[in-house]
Nanobody, 122 residues
Framework: QVQLVESGGGLVQAGGSLRLSCQAS???????RGWFRQAPGKERELLAA????????YYIDSVKGRFTISGNNVNNTVYLQMNTLKPEDTAVYYC????????????????WGQGTQVTVSS
């Protein structure tokens, strides 16, 4: 059974940084990982994704240059380093894992964490 546990959310001022972590258990070999977010009244969006071999990454335009996804296959943890945060980054952030699709397709994810709140004050 796959379990994903996020940590690292919180309240930060605009321009600040946060690092989210997502530790996984039960993942099959070859799983790819992603970070999504959902703001109130908006759809969940895929922000960043990383292939299982950690050699390919994907970002949506709004976070390129500010967010960095990375991973550690030894402890099955994926990170999202978020810099230069803006109030519009306020959302619940979710990590996810997928096994049989294309890692930058939002619909390709099968397992989800519980979410962690990120609030950026102006």
């Amino acid at each position: 059974q796959v379990q994903l546990v996020e940590s690292g959310g919180g309240l930060v001022q605009a321009g600040g940084s946060l690092r989210l972590s997502c530790q996984a258990s039960g993942l099959p070999i070859g799983a790819y990982r992603g970070w999504f977010r959902q703001a109130p009244g908006k759809e969940r969006e895929l922000l960043a994704a990383i292939k299982w071999n950690l050699q390919r990454t994907y970002y949506i335009d709004s976070v390129k240059g500010r967010f960095t996804i990375s991973g550690n296959n030894v402890n099955n943890t994926v990170y999202l380093q978020m810099n230069t945060l803006k109030p519009e980054d306020t959302a619940v952030y979710y990590c996810a894992a997928g096994y049989s699709g294309i890692y930058y397709y939002p619909s390709a994810y099968d397992s989800w964490g519980q979410g962690t709140q990120v609030t950026v004050s102006s």
